[in-house]
């Protein structure tokens, strides 16, 4: 079975990946064997979009800067299962909360550190860099069940004083290939 990707044919889906896999090339010149670094076989499956749709998505490829459709719509897939992970309450997973805070501003400081200090076992580690003279942001890494995360997120948001907060979904991979 063979399809056209960015105009290289790409076959050979049922051979095993070398160790370090990349791009072989073939005897017959137009044939590219595409195999990417994975311990599996690649499987592949065509999906059927409407052309205004498939031009949109080749439009994100090339905004995002992937090298082609699998490889984006890897990506997409992978967010949407981080973000369906994210759904599960028992599930573990790890979160980045991100803040901005004043770091003159009440006792936040303090109550900042006494939070993280109570949540110690979920929270792996915490990224500090002072934007100016005020100015903090923290990136603090979480692990735990999602609604422990979640929990943690809370108690640190509802700090007084926190000018902005973002909580990336990260995940431990291991329910992601
Ligand atoms: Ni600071």
């Known amino acids: 079975m063979r399809s056209e990707i960015f105009g290289v044919t790409i076959s050979a889906i049922n051979e095993t990946p070398p160790k370090n896999g990349i791009i072989q090339k ?17 499987v592949r499956f065509s999906v059927s979009v409407y052309p205004e749709l498939l031009k949109k998505f080749d439009a994100f ?36 909360l991100t803040i901005v805070y004043d770091h003159h501003k009440s006792d936040i400081v303090n109550k900042l550190v006494d939070t993280q200090h109570h949540f ?23 692990r735990g069940e999602v609604k422990e995360i979640r929990e943690v997120e809370k108690a640190i948001t509802s700090i007084k004083g926190i000018k902005f907060e973002n909580l990336a979904l990260a995940t431990t991979g291991k329910e992601i290939p």
Do not use: Q
């Not at 073939?26 to 990417?36: A, G, H, K, S, V």
């Not at 459709?69 to 994210?86: C, D, G, P, T």
């Open 61 to 96: 490829v090339k905004e995002k800067g992937f090298p082609n459709r699998s490889e984006a719509f890897r990506a997409l897939l992978k967010r949407e299962l981080v973000e369906e992970e994210w759904r599960i309450e028992e599930r573990e997973t790890i979160g980045v």
């Open 120 to 142: 110690h076992p979920r929270i792996i580690t915490t990224l500090h860099i002072h934007l100016d003279e005020d100015n903090c942001v923290e990136a603090i890494f979480i």
């Open 26 to 42: 073939l005897n017959y010149p137009e044939i590219f064997y595409i195999i990417f670094n994975m311990k599996e076989k690649v």
